[in-house]
């Protein structure tokens, strides 16, 4: 059932309505970054253990936080134990005997797929 605002209210009525969806759509997209930073994370210990094998101390090392903000959140997916590989591994690199190692990308097939899933929960939350 529709409520009644005086028409002197009204403004002060839809700016809390607005701040009120504002809020939610907030919490929404909060959620969001949080559960797909931890699924990124958990797709590059995937994807780096297919690709690059070995013993798994490269792919073991993919972590993520988030970081809240007053108006938004912020997901980082990077490598706790070894930190500058990832740069290396997905761009290539000179070699000391001065041939170049490709790159192989791993890094930028995750993050694509991390790109989707978050607009499809964003969409999902509102």
């Known amino acids: 059932m529709a ?25 929404s997209m909060d959620e969001a970054v949080k559960k797909v930073s931890k699924a990124g994370a958990k797709a590059l210990r995937a994807e780096s ?21 007053k108006r938004s ?14 740069h290396l591994l997905e761009h290539g690199h000179l070699n000391r005997d001065g041939s170049r ?3 192989r990308l791993h890094i930028a097939i995750v993050e694509e797929q991390i790109i ?11």
């Open 73 to 86: 959140a912020q997901g980082v997916i990077y490598n706790k134990d070894l930190p500058g590989l990832p």
């Open 3 to 27: 409520r009644k605002t005086p028409i002197d209210k009204l403004s002060s009525e839809i700016a809390s309505l607005l701040e009120e969806y504002g809020d939610d759509v907030k919490e």
């Open 101 to 103: 190692t490709p790159g």
């Open 49 to 69: 253990k297919q690709r690059f094998g070995g013993s798994g101390a490269y792919a073991k090392g993919w972590t993520s936080t988030v970081e809240t903000g």
């Open 116 to 126: 989707e899933e978050f607009e499809k929960e964003v969409y999902k939350g509102l």
